[in-house]
Each structure stands twice: as C-alpha cells, then as structure tokens.
C-alpha cells in the first residue's frame, strides 16, 4: 500500500483488533496507547453483515461524554487509503471528528452521527432566534434544555449565551472567556440570518465575505476546550414581511447563500451541520414578522432539532 500523508485515528474498539486491521487495512497499523478523558462509551448494535463480519462481533462501542470518566485505546497511524477504508468500515451510526486527547495531541475518532444524543453540557450561542426571541417560553432553545436536562437533571446542563443581533463575527469576538467556566462538551453554533443582511447604510457590505475566517476561529475554540462544534443553519424567512427590518435587509437568495456556504464549510471541515431551513419553510404563519418564529414557530424548530440531532 501506497504510503502517503499520516493521520491519527484515536480508536477505543475493534478497530484496535489486529485482525480487523489486517481485513480492512491489509496489515497491523503502527499503533500506540492513548486514552480520551471525558468520555465513557455505551454499546451499540451492529446490523451490518459485513462490519459483523470483520469485527465478529454485533454489538461495537460508542462515546458518550461524561466529566470525570476516562476511555483506554490506541492512536492508530493510517495513510489517506487506511483512513478511507476505516470510514467505510464504520456504520451510518459513527462520523469522524476531531478530538484532543488527554495528552493534548489531536487525533480523529469515530463519534455518535446525532450530535446532541452523547452530549451532557451544551453551550448555544448565536443571535435572536437561539436567544428565544418573540417567545415568552425562551424559543428552541428553552424546549431543547427542559429536555435535555430532564433526561439526566445530576450530569445534563445547557447554557444559553445567545445575544439578538449577534453575527457569527460577533459570537467568535465576544463568547470566548463565557466557554470555559461552563465546562462545554457541545457548542451549537446558532447561525443566524445576521451575516446574510445588507446594512442599508452600506449597501456593498458582505458579511458572508469573512464567513470562513470566523467559523476557524470557533471551531479553534471548540476544539481547545475538547466540545464538540455543531452548527445550526439559518431557519427559512418570509421575504414579503421581512421589509427593511431595523437598518438591515434580508432577502431569501442571501439567507440561502448562507446556508450553503455553513453547509460546505462544515462538509470541508468535518464539523456536524443541522439544517434548520425546512421546518418553517412556506409557513409565515409560524413567523411573527418574516423573521422571528412563533411561539409554535419555536416548538416546530426544536421538534425538528431533537429529531436530526438526538
């Protein structure tokens, strides 16, 4: 096998099997000890034929975050082709992401593909829409807190820090020294439609222009602290009501262009992306004025969040 560029694949379970290796690999891959802190695993069942075939095994192990607790495996090294063959050996269950290991070295590892279900301590940060907004209850983000901290009220915490008005620039400058007393192990990156608005003032302003820049620096950010980055795109807006809103305007074909650009930066970066778009589409009556949801607009939103996410 061709030897090309080195990666690090943290792995905690059949991947360590020199016999998986050699079927997957065609040989026993270069691998060292190493321990994830952090995180516990839960066991996961296994339907296909083939991974059970290789492994011999039908039930695999996933992590879980949990403070305090500590997962024993191995930094396996790989070439780009071993690295593809481990991807297409893990099931739909697992995607790959980077983490930081308990000796700080950065390493890949098989995650859970729904990013809230092994998270334990979330942070949301973004604009008016995660801040709740136009509704009493406190939005989305309210709903998916009563949920997840119902689910386990001694370990389960959400901390809402966003800020209406916030673009992702914003969030990246002013939330930095906010992380790290909560203690994050998930960050949902709120973003909104702010960095899709054309200031009237300023009609040749592009804020979509530095979105790569301040996604960087967040995901930088997340991975220092060792949480996992999940970014939320834009939810759907009703261009005939949206006017000009406040000094700003916002047009769907912007509000679009957002959401693809998070899409592919997310897609280039292995970062978890949950479209938001669709639960509000062609509905403005979910919508209070073309921009903000409803109360029931905001219970629509957090359905669909517990449905691609948990």
């Known amino acids: ?3 090309t560029r080195p990666h690090t694949l943290f792995s905690f379970g059949t991947l360590m099997d020199p016999k998986v290796q050699t079927a997957l690999f065609g040989r026993a891959v270069p691998s060292f000890p190493a321990s994830l802190a952090g995180h ?9 034929p083939a991974v059970i075939a290789a492994s011999g095994l039908d039930v695999h192990l996933i992590l879980e975050r949990r403070i305090g607790a500590v997962v024993e495996g191995a930094v ?17 269950d697992y995607v790959r992401r980077r983490v930081v290991l308990s000796s700080g ?19 949301i940060v973004g ?5 709740g907004r136009c509704d009493p209850q406190g939005g989305w983000a309210a709903h998916l807190a009563a949920a997840h901290i119902a689910g386990n009220e ?3 915490r959400v901390f809402n820090l966003a800020i209406p008005g916030s673009t992702l620039a914003d969030v990246s400058e002013q939330t930095p020294p906010l992380l ?25 302003a592009d804020g979509l222009a530095h979105l790569a820049d301040s996604l960087d620096s967040l995901a930088a950010l997340a991975h220092g602290l060792g949480a996992r980055l999940v970014v939320l795109g834009p939810v759907w807006l009703d261009e005939e009501r949206t006017a000009d809103y406040e000094g700003l305007r916002f047009t769907r074909a912007r509000a679009l262009a957002l959401r693809a650009s998070l899409r592919a930066w997310c897609e280039e970066h292995h970062v978890d992306y949950l479209d938001m778009w669709e639960p509000l589409s062609e509905n403005p009556g979910l ?16 359905r669909h969040l517990e449905a691609v996410g948990r």
């Open 1 to 3: 096998m061709s030897q």
């Open 127 to 131: 604009d008016s829409i995660a801040y």
């Open 40 to 48: 516990t695993t839960r066991p996961l069942r296994i339907t296909d």
């Open 76 to 92: 396996l090294h790989l070439t780009d082709e071993e690295l593809a063959a481990a991807d297409a050996y893990e099931v739909d």
């Open 105 to 123: 070295e950065s390493a890949w590892a098989y995650l859970d593909a729904k990013p809230l279900r092994p998270a334990a301590r979330i942070v």
């Open 154 to 156: 001694v370990d389960h």
């Open 180 to 204: 790290a007393p909560r203690r994050p192990d998930t960050i949902l990156l709120a973003a909104g439609i702010n960095d899709s608005a054309q200031p009237l003032s300023d009609p040749d």
């Open 287 to 302: 919508l209070v004025d073309g921009v903000h949801p409803t109360p029931e607009g905001h219970k629509e939103l957090h």
